[in-house]
């Protein structure tokens, strides 16, 4: 435990040796067209299976595996919470005050309540890792906070998910996203003990696009029961299943678009050299300049994606061993070992990733995701092809 | 051999025999030997041994095997070679530079990094096998050290088919061989490396590629990268050397850490090359030689009626189309099966 | 994600109470703090190193309080301050070996914590760090480990350790928990966090590429009627209290000398944002530029910084 902690709280660490990771930097970071081990395109993922309403015992779940054995379960949970208004709120009190005005204003305040981030709680477990290290908390909140980003639609989904949550003034929903990754299932058995003595990687790939996809289908499945009391009593709700509303409104089939509002879909990117690299595994972004992770979603306004949030990770590349050019080589003939290794670059040989990325990259990296059939909308759109029973 | 259900045996199912070997137990009380795993039950004289459909690799005496450096300690490197335990490389069991004769020093001890390190890939033989199964290792051959210029990929190893090694030694049921590995796609457990005759081989490959090296690791671990004549490498430095001057400059860069000028050619054969394992893999098919160069052969053959189909397909998905999966990889599977069941038939004649 | 290994006492802490009559006064001290700055302007920074002794780097760092708080302050109305000011005290610990039990490391092996003092935000904070303390954690870590030249310091570690003493607001007190959704005070804390930490790590002698410093810009709409005409506007440097929705916000770790980014985290809705003519940038693109450019502006005051601890040593030797 110790280890992971020190080698990279937020990435993790494969063990490459300089020669692979040399040789995997130059494939990658071929100017225009980049050669991945698994030959894929820069903007191709990787096929996936995907099922949703799995488990009964649960408000809404899914599930999406790779066909390298990589698996992550979700299942939604929701419960009635009586909501707490901090007493430090004028609104509160200002509706306390006048009394009289109480009815007059009760209606519109409580479309006023917009609901809080804090009622939707997302916890990750990766195999490896306890429930309080950096790594689950970072891709939780990571996820969470594009999730109860605004997402403002005129009618179906005013206020997004949150205001979805209110049911009335004084109650709401609070709803739980647990997320279970699972390890590759064809990893040799002795290999997984080994990685888990060096605390490498557990998932042969960064988990985040896999749990994002996955609560995105969860939450899509996702019922709460019809609510039978009105205005400000104490909720009752209809014990028929089968009346339950989506949390997702789902418009009529006649209307077109099944789901007028989708949950944001976060994306991984990595820069290498000059390429811009989509979905990658495990090893590519062990060479990886930078690595960025971003949400979109689609906009209601106009045809466009929107960005709703970006965020570094700390590429592993930084804490890679480096290679040492044959001229400087000890266990070489003929070559002393220097006291100061020289920093210049000498083709084939790795050298860790220092400094950070430039503006224009990282532009580039949205533009990718962004742009007109570009591939947040592909994703988006083979998402939505995934049939949500 | 593999699919017949009279050979495979599950625990708990005993059978009267006379010695019980690996894989087997018998009650106290009773006179019937049980399996302990399941899989298929081997017969030598009296000797009843169950081999485990898959399982570990559990390293033999002369093992060919690819391993990854976990752990320098002050006289041996701790390594991963896919095993329940880790192996250990003695300094003394390796070739220290300048001469493949010499004595190791205290200072070979204190610079010990420089020669592999964490995360250093190396090929390397199985020395002995101790009483707790795990292994020594050694690299005293030019054959053996560090390896670079190219990528790395794990399968499942030995013990994947478990009967492999009595069969390919034995020599009986090689002709079963390729109706087991290759009559089971989808199945599992039955991919992986097997022990074979040929570990290491050069491929030639297609579209400019040339010549591609393939080590297959008997414990699962592969290695492809680009082929260097060790005596090109060393005579372009210097042009005219000695016999054993030779030696020693060909043994000198079994410690570097710099990859060579590899091409985009040779790069994108070496990934398809590490797909068509995958594909075999996927598929529970063995790997070995036959299979390797087999699938190869037929994925080029695979992405020509492809580029035929798909002509009309716009630019991006042109790009797209060395990724090898769903259809085209089990087409792949499909020829090759046809073409194995051909050479089983040409050899019968 | 709650500490499930202790028995915790009551989450909730105690706050100075508030009389509802408060609000009707005619004080002031329920209303919302005004930004006085211009949209561009910084607030003032005061960093200083070399404050803790015994560690090997240490730095400290202090907003400017607004307008509104500093005339609070003088001339106090109500209990509550309208507003409140980033206090930031960092350590930096090393290089020092890897304890015995580590696995090699190539490299400088860092490590972060954050954690806010119990007094430092409005609400009481546990002595366990939380969910956010240790995301800010992780950020800060980001931010630092493209600056540091790691290689130079193999089979050592180096801890970094950040307490803050007096926390940014998310929103204004007076405000719903609802109006603000996120935190955005946390965005001005991770800002001061990265300063303080180059600060800290150039007064402990450590190789980097270049100071590295946050900065933080916003889209802000402060128009209080609810017409759709009102257009949010890029701000660098915003205080939360001051406005009435933030719509979206990004911070960035910057290094001046290699123009690059070491760190960056936005969020929130940009989409709507009103540039000026003329302006081809996307809103995004804008609101990074914004928080470079707020970057830049503390940059000089880090520098400055620095160069004093290294008069201050000269000065000792």
């Given amino acids: 435990m110790s280890n992971q902690r020190q080698a990279s709280s937020a990435s993790q660490v494969p063990h490459l040796s300089p020669a692979e990771l040399s040789y995997l930097y130059t494939s990658l970071s071929l100017p225009k067209n980049p050669i991945r081990p698994d030959g894929r395109s820069p903007t191709q993922f990787r096929p996936l299976s995907a099922e949703t309403t799995i488990l009964p015992g649960t408000n809404g779940s899914a599930r999406i595996g790779f066909a390298d054995g990589t698996q992550a379960i979700v299942g939604v949970k929701a419960e009635v919470e009586k909501t707490v208004l901090a007493a430090d709120t004028l609104d509160s009190r200002s509706l306390a005050q006048h009394g009289d005005a109480l009815n007059r204003e009760g209606e519109e305040g409580s479309a006023a309540v917009s609901g809080q981030g804090e009622w939707v709680q997302m916890s990750i477990e990766i195999p490896g890792y306890r429930d309080d290290d950096a790594l689950p908390i970072f891709l939780g909140e990571m996820m969470r906070e594009s999730l109860v980003g605004s997402v403002e639609h005129k009618d179906e989904m005013a206020g997004g998910l949150k205001a979805r949550l209110v049911i009335n003034k004084r109650w709401h929903w609070r709803l739980y996203i647990d997320v279970s990754l699972f390890l590759p299932l064809d990893l040799p058995v002795s290999a997984t003990d080994i990685m888990q003595v060096l605390l490498l990687s557990q998932p042969l790939s960064y988990p985040l696009p896999l749990l994002s996809l996955t609560t995105h289908l969860a939450l899509l499945s996702t019922k709460l029961p019809k609510l039978k009391s009105t205005g400000e009593e104490d909720p009752f709700f209809d014990d028929d299943w089968a009346a339950a509303e989506y949390l997702y409104p789902r418009s009529k089939p006649s209307s077109g678009a099944f789901h007028p509002v989708r949950p944001p879909v976060t994306l991984l990117v990595v820069s290498v050299g000059e390429n811009v690299i989509f979905d990658p595994n495990r090893e590519e972004i062990s060479v990886a300049d930078a690595v960025l992770a971003i949400s979109i979603t689609r906009s209601h306004d106009s045809e466009a994606l929107k960005l709703l949030s970006i965020r570094s990770i700390d590429p592993p590349s930084r804490l890679t061993q480096p290679g040492i050019p044959n001229s400087e080589n000890a266990s070489m003939l003929g070559a002393a070992p220097t006291e100061n290794p020289s920093q210049e670059e000498v083709t084939g040989v790795w050298r860790p990733r220092r400094g950070g990325i430039k503006r224009s990259v990282v532009a580039r990296m949205i533009k990718t995701v962004l742009g007109k059939g570009g591939v947040g909308e592909e994703v988006l759109e083979g998402l939505e092809g995934v049939e949500v029973q | 051999m593999m699919r017949g259900a009279p050979h495979l045996f599950f625990p708990t199912c005993p059978k009267l025999t006379a010695c019980r070997g690996h894989g087997t137990y018998m009650n106290p009380l009773s006179t019937s030997i049980i399996a302990t795993v399941a899989g298929n039950v081997q017969k030598t004289n009296k000797l009843l041994s169950v081999q485990p459909l898959r399982a570990r690799y559990t390293p033999e005496i002369g093992d060919l095997v690819v391993g990854r450096i976990v752990e320098v300690q002050s006289r041996r490197w701790k390594v991963d070679v896919a095993a329940p335990l880790l192996a250990q490389l003695p300094l003394s069991a390796i070739n220290l530079p300048g001469g493949i004769l010499r004595r190791r020093t205290s200072a070979d001890e204190l610079q010990i990094r420089t020669f592999f390190s964490e995360g250093d890939l190396v090929i390397a033989e199985v020395q002995s096998v101790h009483q707790d199964g795990s292994a020594s290792l050694h690299t005293r051959s030019l054959k053996y050290g560090k390896l670079r210029n190219g990528i790395f990929l794990a399968v499942t190893g030995t013990g994947g088919s478990g009967s492999s090694g009595s069969n390919v030694k034995g020599g009986v049921g090689a002709s079963s061989a390729v109706n087991s590995s290759l009559a089971a796609p989808g199945g599992s457990g039955t991919g992986g490396v097997v022990r074979s005759r040929r570990q290491v081989w050069t491929q030639e490959t297609a579209n400019g590629g040339g010549e591609v090296d393939i080590i297959l690791g008997v414990n699962g671990y592969i290695y492809i990268y680009k082929h260097t004549d060790g005596a090109d490498a060393a005579s372009s430095i210097t042009e005219n050397v000695s016999i054993s001057r030779l030696e020693e400059m060909a043994s000198s860069t079994i410690y570097s850490s710099q990859n060579d000028d590899i091409s985009p050619q040779t790069r994108r054969e070496i990934a398809r090359l590490s797909q068509c394992i995958q594909v075999l893999v996927q598929h529970g098919v063995r790997v070995d030689e036959e299979t390797v160069t087999g699938s190869y052969e037929v994925s080029l053959q695979v992405d020509l009626e492809v580029g035929d189909d798909e002509d009309e397909e716009d630019e991006w998905r042109q790009e797209g189309r060395e990724y090898l999966e769903g259809a085209k990889a089990r087409r792949i599977i499909e020829l090759l099966a046809q073409r194995l069941v051909k050479q089983k038939d040409q050899k019968k004649e | ?317």
């Avoid at chain 3, 180059?198 to 009627?225: K, P, Y």
């Fill in chain 3, 1 to 317: 994600m709650a500490d499930r290994r202790r028995v915790n006492g009551p989450p909730g802490g105690t706050r100075p109470p508030v009389f509802a009559s408060l609000q009707e006064s005619t004080t002031g001290a329920a209303q919302r703090a005004q930004r006085q700055r211009q949209p561009a302007e910084l607030r003032k920074i005061f960093l200083k190193t070399g404050l803790i002794p015994t560690a090997s780097g240490s730095s400290y760092l202090e907003f400017e309080p607004s307008a509104s708080l500093a005339a609070a302050r003088s001339n106090p109305k109500s209990l509550i301050p309208p507003s409140s000011a980033l206090k930031v005290a960092c350590t930096v610990h090393g290089p020092k070996p890897l304890p015995r039990s580590a696995a090699f490391s190539p490299n400088l092996v860092l490590t972060t914590h954050v954690k806010y003092a119990p007094f430092a935000a409005r609400k009481r904070r546990g002595h366990i760090r939380d969910a956010s303390e240790r995301d800010l954690g992780v950020h800060l870590e980001t931010a630092l480990r493209g600056a540091i030249i790691a290689e130079r310091w193999p089979k050592s570690g180096l801890d970094i350790t950040l307490t803050i003493i007096e926390a940014e607001d998310d929103r204004w007190w007076g405000d719903a928990p609802d109006s603000h959704d996120a935190s955005w005070g946390m965005m001005n804390v991770l800002a001061g966090c990265i300063t303080a930490a180059s600060a800290a790590i150039a007064d402990a002698h450590i190789d980097c590429l270049d100071l590295v410093s946050g900065g933080v810009a916003a889209l802000v709409s402060d128009d209080s009627s609810k017409s759709a005409s009102s257009v949010p506007r890029l701000m660098l440097d915003v205080d939360p209290a001051e406005h009435r929705s933030i719509l979206s916000a990004c911070v960035v770790a910057y290094m001046p000398a290699r123009d690059e980014i070491t760190e960056i985290w936005l969020k929130g809705d940009s989409s709507k944002a009103a540039l000026e003519k003329g302006d081809v940038r996307s809103s995004h693109e804008a609101l990074i530029d914004g928080a470079v450019d707020a970057a830049r502006g503390a940059n000089t005051v880090l520098s400055e910084a620095v160069t004093e601890s290294i008069a201050r040593s000269i000065a000792q030797a």
